[in-house]
């Protein structure tokens, strides 16, 4: 199933719980899979138009009335172009507001570099307080959901809309501020999140090993507040660290890792988008002009290995 | 609670002046201008308690002009919401009255505002949620002319008469001068109420936003359109700094100005007619 449309199904769930909690659109609920929920809740459904900044401030409104809202966009709308909205409106004000962007980095593909956010863990990661959280699939964002839902503060939760490959199995448990290991290792420590995670894992299985490097594999689904204890754990043991995100290398997973580093004398490298703006293409070529595949990865990480 | 109209107005007046002057600095301008509307909303219309601040139900004030802060917390200390000597405390370190409006540091504080044109949104969001709660509230909210230039003030505008919010009423300090000039000069708004109307709004032309009676005739008259499906704006025709001469005669100069202990009491003294 479409990651959109998992999304849609618990939202429906926890309005259906809680008619306190609601859904703000910006002319993007379609996208975002949310807009065939308009007809059963119309007490709890908003859409705001083109205007994301006033969606975000009416939504810190609702929540100073005891709403639970979600506003929703693409990931560059509801981050950067309302940075200072969510900054006071939302986060300095303590009004408990989960935001949803949807397309993040390459994963805009035919939109192209205006609605490609590669900087949007960046943004969102230095105002404080929040929390960040990508998933890798529709089984880890359904659990997921429903604890962002009862977590009383700011989320914002970067959702790849379309299909995923299943990582998770369905005895899944989510815990929001605990990173999920997906495959133990001795060599080398793995950090990735959301879209390259299958991928990943895949080449750590099977590539990697060939090679004769033992990858540890870590899911670092809340980017922000980071695991710190599992990731300073896990790169103790190995030795070596490679981050691999959808994002720009600079302000995103790999900034996040080396700050739970900094007093580690552990080698880090990083597979990411090297500080460009985007383009437009399907992801397989955007993928690769961006520097993004699994080549990379595994090259990447016998570099990383190299420095121990 | 004093029901004085004219009164409450000397009042706040003053504990603006004593608050800014013991400071030292401060906007006095924006916060003098504004001193009408606050004393009706909180002394006679707005349906609050001061021993129950976060009552359900209530009206709700949000001060989208965020940086006139000490003007609402001179009204809060005058109805009772918190003792007048914690006016002395503006701006200090670890002070539960910071420059800018906070909902989470000051009691009967209902939004948190500073970076203009947010606040109008948020009250746009309350009086929603109040309509979701069916709980009869009344959204009131001010913005400033200069404010007014924030593009984010007219999405809200557009988004509340869609929504059809007439239990939401918001003021604009219709002052005329902002920092660097006459708002006129900077980036001209008028005309404001041809504006507003365009937007689906009600709009209350006040002659003189610092006549406390027709101030008070037109949150009347605002309060009367419900059930209109339109929201109310009420544009006060103000003086910045009005009440003291030489604040009022510093024009554009008393956005955020010095103000000594001294003059705080010889302005005191002026206005208390003595």
């Known amino acids: 199933m479409e990651m959109r449309k998992a999304y849609a199904e618990v939202m429906s769930e926890l309005m259906t719980e809680d008619r306190h909690v609601v859904i703000l659109d910006a002319d993007l609920a379609k996208a975002s899979g949310t807009r065939n929920l308009y007809e059963s809740f119309p007490n709890q459904m908003f859409d705001c138009g083109v205007a994301e900044q006033n969606m975000a401030s009416i939504a810190a409104g609702l929540a100073s009335y005891g709403f639970k809202p979600y506003i929703e966009s693409f990931t560059p709308f509801a981050t950067r172009r309302i940075c200072d909205q969510v900054a006071i409106s939302i986060a300095y004000a303590k009004n408990n507001v989960k935001i949803v962007g949807t397309d993040p980095g390459i994963s805009a593909e035919l939109n192209g570099a205006t609605h490609m956010s ?112 599992t990731v300073t754990a896990s790169a103790r043991k190995t030795g070596a660290v490679l981050t691999v995100e959808n994002h720009n290398v600079i302000g995103g997973l790999h900034s996040a890792v080396l700050e739970a580093l900094e007093a580690e004398k552990i080698p880090a490298l ?14 397989p070529y955007l993928t690769k002009a961006l520097g993004l595949t699994k080549e990379n990865v595994i090259e990447t990480a016998k570099k990383a290995v190299s420095l121990k | 609670m004093n029901t004085d109209l004219k009164e409450v107005c000397k009042d706040i007046r003053c504990g603006i002046l004593t608050a800014i002057g013991h400071l030292g600095v401060g906007h006095i301008g924006g916060c003098l201008s504004i001193v009408e509307y606050l004393a009706v909303l909180y002394f006679d219309e707005m349906n609050i308690d001061p021993e129950n601040p976060r009552m359900q139900g209530r009206d709700r004030f949000v001060c989208s002009k965020g940086h006139a802060g000490p003007a609402v917390y001179a009204t809060l200390a005058e109805r009772g919401y918190f003792p007048k000597e914690d006016l002395l405390t503006l701006n200090q370190g670890g002070t539960h009255l910071p420059s800018h409006c906070d909902m989470n540091l000051t009691t009967g504080i209902d939004m948190t505002a500073g970076s203009l044109g947010q606040g109008i949104s948020c009250a746009v969001g309350a009086a929603l949620g109040s309509k979701i709660e069916n709980d009869g509230a009344t959204v009131y909210a001010i913005v400033g002319d200069g404010e007014s230039q924030e593009g984010q003030v007219w999405e809200a505008a557009m988004f509340a008469a869609s929504k059809k919010l007439d239990n939401l009423i918001v003021a604009t300090d219709y002052n005329k001068l902002q920092i660097d000039g006459t708002v006129e000069e900077v980036n001209g708004i008028a005309p404001l109420d041809k504006k507003w109307e365009a937007f689906g709004w009600n709009v209350i032309n006040v002659e003189n936003g610092n006549d406390v009676y027709q101030v008070k005739a037109a949150v009347d008259k605002a309060k009367s359109n419900r059930g209109s499906g339109k929201p109310t704006m009420i544009i006060l025709n103000t003086k910045k700094g009005c009440g003291v001469k030489w604040i009022e005669d510093l024009g554009t100069g008393n956005h955020n100005t010095n103000v000594t202990e001294e003059q705080a009491a010889a302005a005191i003294a002026e206005i208390r007619g003595n």
């Open chain 1, 270 to 283: 990083a597979v990411g988008i090297q500080d460009r703006f985007g383009e437009v293409g399907k992801l």
């Open chain 1, 118 to 229: 590669m900087e949007d863990i960046g943004v969102m990661r230095s105002i404080p307080g929040m929390v960040i959280f990508e998933p890798v699939d529709e089984v880890q964002l359904r659990a997921a959901l429903p604890v962002i839902n009862d977590y009383n503060g700011v989320v914002y939760i970067r959702l790849f809309r379309k299909e995923r490959p299943q990582v998770f199995e369905e005895s899944y448990k989510f815990d929001l501020f605990k990173a999920d290991l997906l495959k133990e290792g001795k060599d080398l420590s793995i950090f990735v999140s959301g879209l390259q995670t299958a991928e990943v894992l895949e080449a750590a299985k099977n590539e990697l090993l060939a090679e004769g490097i033992d990858a540890e594999v870590i899911n670092i689904h809340t980017i922000k507040p980071i695991d710190r204890e």
